[in-house]
């Protein structure tokens, strides 16, 4: 299984990365929404881990890129921002689910 790891913060991709190390399990890890819509046509994950405070295209909007060309793909909002408008506006762009950092 192949996840994709989208967060400008390497620590972050870091440890959500140790956390999922398991057989069978590939991580892969951008720091921006626009290489990550790129890598997720490249290889299409099964999932994608996407942080949403991100330089350049953020991820509500790599979000909502990605579910208008792959409208399968499974996204998983993982963030700071635990305020409604955020888990609105991430359910709208197609994500499956939003989980806040703090409780990783």
């Known amino acids: 299984m192949t996840i994709l ?4 913060n390497p620590r ?5 990365r140790n956390m999922l190390m398991a057989p069978g399990v590939e991580c892969i890890e951008c720091d921006n929404g626009s290489v990550a819509l790129q890598r997720y046509r490249e290889i ?19 979000t909502k890129n990605i579910i208008a ?4 793909a499974r996204i998983v909002i993982v963030t ?16 499956v689910d939003y989980v806040l950092k703090e409780n990783l």
């Open 80 to 95: 700071d921002y635990g305020d409604k408008e955020f888990k609105t506006a991430a359910a709208k762009a197609g994500a």
């Open 44 to 62: 299409q994950p099964a999932w994608v881990l996407m942080d949403i405070m991100m330089p350049g295209m953020n991820g509500i909007e790599t």
């Open 69 to 72: 060309e792959y409208p399968d």
């Open 12 to 16: 972050i991709r870091s440890t959500i």
């Open 5 to 8: 790891i989208v967060d400008d």
